[in-house]
């Protein structure tokens, strides 16, 4: 590239903004897909990744660089600079390069340090090493026109905001500036914006309106900013001295923002949070609310569902969703394909309405399949309505590499809904089964498999005895299969091998090393420890951020999991830490009533059956207290499965005979965990790739967080 960084931002400038699909990763050929978001990788180590200190040879090269600079010898610094970022991020230099010229600074050449910065902002085509030159400016004196121009144009760019943010806080006014920026950028940097901006004069009243309108809209997650919008901008204040409706519909989304603890902490840090919920509660009472409305008062009602002492507020809750205009609007909604969950919270037969769409728009509302397909009669007409709209016979063609996410394979996208919910009925829709089979994407086929596994283990016959003609047909299948994990699974089956379920002698069911590890990867790669149960006979523990593909949501919401692990027979539950408290109620009773945000686990610091590690953990932790049925430490190695789970302070040792992989659309068998896992990283692949386009899925911060660097296939 012959243009530095700053001129390629400062030439895509357009009426103050950068372009919406604008990105610094374009510039990289190479990347295709599988690149950074501008900006994720800081926000990233911010919210979710333990910060470290740097080794001490990478402490040097700060200290050479450092001194390059000062004796003006740049070109030197350059090589340094390059040198280091080549295996740190430069947030992660923020704090030892800066310290080290503060500790100097009577023995450095300040003037020297300020040219070389102000330089490599403007020339360097090197993300990092630009970074490095804005952590080295936040020291200095900054207050000239002509550079602060360069450092609101670089701000544009997401990847630079949070740097440039820090140097406007040392400006007079400077909050003026930030308050521009956090107006004209969408994905991380107006998180950042937003977490610095503060509602003071002489913007007060513009600052605050705009925080409370606009604050947490970005194009990464509302929940990041919630808490910075209701603490920077006042909107407790707002909510409590009798907002407007229109105040109040953004009230509403803040606090849904907050309701969403799963990549951040929300709701659970404002004090008193019962009694704000309880203050929009009443004032909800006065508006003429909208769906949009009811949808925060139901996510309010599943937030403190299963908190301790929060009767008043589920009361409430259950009141204003149950008003006679609350059922209308529910109603509507749902005739739309809307609130599904929420009418039958309420009691609203929603099932003659979702069929009359599927019927006369089945290409736009096949994602709805799953609420109708349990019942019996539906069931039956449903498979009527996809028979006459799928063009079955034209979807047959020979087997492909591709996996079916271009728009040309929108009616495979189709069937493979209507395939994951015939799992569960056996020798229904044969028809459909026999067509995925022959479909182009690797992923259709492999759905038709998946249902034809669980049906040879819930019928307890091999497919051979069970279909012979789709038996035969797969014979031919193997025969022509392009991709090898497709004709592994045809093999499978066509070998008899798939296994039966058990289902008089639970307990004699195995999971298999390869599942298990398989698990253990999915779950703590970027995943959270949420919530811990026990009763007499099960210890449970659940995870969020779950690399398990999620089949009952819709084709562009994010299909990362929340999955529970549920241990019976001589099950056992310990939880482990190493933190001074004197509380009366103990962090993992918090984590039980869900007044705290979740762990985060340590990445794959989390094994099963691994004696070793279960005895590091136990000499690891200080503190142990028992919550199931646990004796001393050697009798947890007398099951047959138990798992040991670090979260840094805190961790847990849980074990049984038995062991259920638990949704909520019910319990995963082997292969539906390996196909789920396999579906993740498909879906993942597909979030990357349109990210930013006007077919973009939802934000799921489980992608957000396993950020693809490089794509290797």
């Avoid at 969408?186 to 604050?215: C, F, M, N, S, T």
């Avoid at 007044?595 to 099963?608: G, H, M, R, V």
Wanted: hydrophobic share 35%; net charge negative; proline share 2%.
């Amino acid at each position: 590239m012959n243009n530095s960084l700053y001129d390629y931002i400062s030439s895509n400038i357009v009426d103050g903004r950068l372009p919406d699909d604008f990105s610094l990763s374009d510039l990289d050929k190479d990347k295709d897909f599988s690149v950074y978001a501008d900006g994720a990788r800081d926000g990233i180590y911010i919210y979710h990744m333990k910060h470290e200190t740097i080794d001490n040879d990478d402490y040097e090269l700060i200290k050479k660089a450092v001194e390059a600079m000062s004796n003006h010898e740049y070109e030197k610094a350059d090589e340094l600079f390059i040198l280091l970022v080549e295996n740190n991020m430069a947030i992660t230099l923020i704090s030892p390069l800066q310290h080290y010229i503060i500790d100097k600074k009577d023995d450095l050449k300040a003037g020297n340090i300020y040219e070389y910065a102000v330089g490599t902002i403007q020339t360097s085509d090197n993300i990092e090493h630009i970074k490095c030159g804005l952590i080295i400016l936040e020291l200095m004196n900054t207050n000239n026109n002509e550079l602060k121009d360069v450092i609101r144009t670089l701000a544009l760019s997401d990847e630079f905001t949070l740097y440039c943010v820090y140097i406007m806080k040392t400006w007079k006014g400077g909050n003026t500036d930030i308050f521009n920026i956090a107006k004209n950028v969408r994905g991380w940097g107006k998180i950042h914006a937003v977490k610095e901006l503060r509602a003071l004069d002489p913007l007060y009243d513009e600052i605050r309106q705009w925080i409370l309108k606009e604050g947490i809209d970005n194009d990464v997650l509302p929940s990041y900013s919630s808490l910075d919008c209701w603490k920077n901008g006042s909107v407790g204040n707002t909510l409590y001295t009798n907002p407007t409706y229109e105040q109040f519909r953004y009230i509403g989304k803040i606090i849904d923002a907050l309701l969403d603890e799963d990549a951040v902490q929300g709701l659970s840090a404002l004090d008193k949070r019962k009694d704000i919920i309880m203050v929009f509660l009443n004032e909800a009472k006065k508006m003429p609310l909208v769906i949009e409305d009811y949808m925060v008062i139901y996510n309010i009602y599943k937030y403190f569902e299963e908190i301790s002492d929060s009767e008043n507020i589920l009361s409430e809750c259950v009141k204003n969703l149950n008003s006679s205009q609350a059922r209308t609007k529910i109603l509507n909604a749902v005739k739309k394909g809307k609130a599904i969950d929420l009418a039958i919270m309420v009691g609203i037969d929603y099932k003659p309405y979702i069929f009359s769409l599927m019927k006369y728009t089945l290409k736009d509302n096949y994602y709805l399949c799953h609420y109708l397909i349990d019942d019996n009669d539906y069931r039956k007409e449903l498979l009527k309505v996809y028979k006459r709209d799928l063009p079955l016979k034209q979807m047959i063609s020979v087997p492909t590499h591709d996996l079916g996410f271009a728009k040309q394979y929108h009616n495979e996208t189709i069937l493979e809904f209507l395939l994951q919910e015939l799992r569960r009925y056996p020798l229904e829709g044969i028809e459909f089964v026999e067509t995925g089979l022959q479909c182009k994407p690797i992923r259709t086929r492999n759905s038709s498999l998946a249902v034809l596994m669980n049906w040879v283990s819930k019928l307890e016959k091999p497919l051979s005895q069970l279909l012979p003609d789709i038996y035969s047909l797969l014979l031919i299948l193997s025969s022509i299969e392009v991709d090898d994990s497709v004709r592994k699974n045809m093999e499978k089956l066509l070998s008899d091998k798939i296994k039966f379920e058990e289902k008089h002698n639970i307990e004699t069911v195995t999971i298999s090393k390869d599942t298990l590890n398989i698990l253990s990867d999915a779950i703590s790669d970027i995943g959270s420890w949420t919530w811990w149960y026990t009763d007499e006979n099960s210890a449970q523990v659940e995870f969020n951020g779950v690399q398990l593909y999620d089949y009952t949501k819709k084709e562009k919401e994010s299909h990362s999991s929340l999955i529970a692990l549920r241990f019976t027979d001589n099950a056992f539950l310990m939880v482990l830490d190493n933190l001074e408290t004197n509380e009366e109620k103990k962090w993992y009773e918090k984590l039980h009533d869900d007044e705290i945000q979740p762990y985060d686990i340590e990445t794959y610091e989390f094994t099963f059956n691994d004696a070793k590690y279960v005895n590091e953990m136990f000499e690891l932790y200080k503190n142990k207290n028992t919550l199931k049925q646990f004796k001393d430490d050697e009798e947890v190695f007398l099951v047959k499965y138990i798992l040991a789970c670090k979260c840094y302070n805190v961790g847990f040792v849980i074990g049984g005979n038995n062991l259920e992989v638990v949704s909520h659309n019910g319990t995963f068998n082997e292969e539906e965990i390996k196909e789920a896992n396999i579906k993740w990283w498909e879906y993942w692949k597909d979030y990357w790739r349109l990210r930013k386009s006007k077919d973009a899925y939802e934000k799921d911060y489980a992608c957000e967080l396993t950020i693809p660097v490089k794509d290797k296939e």
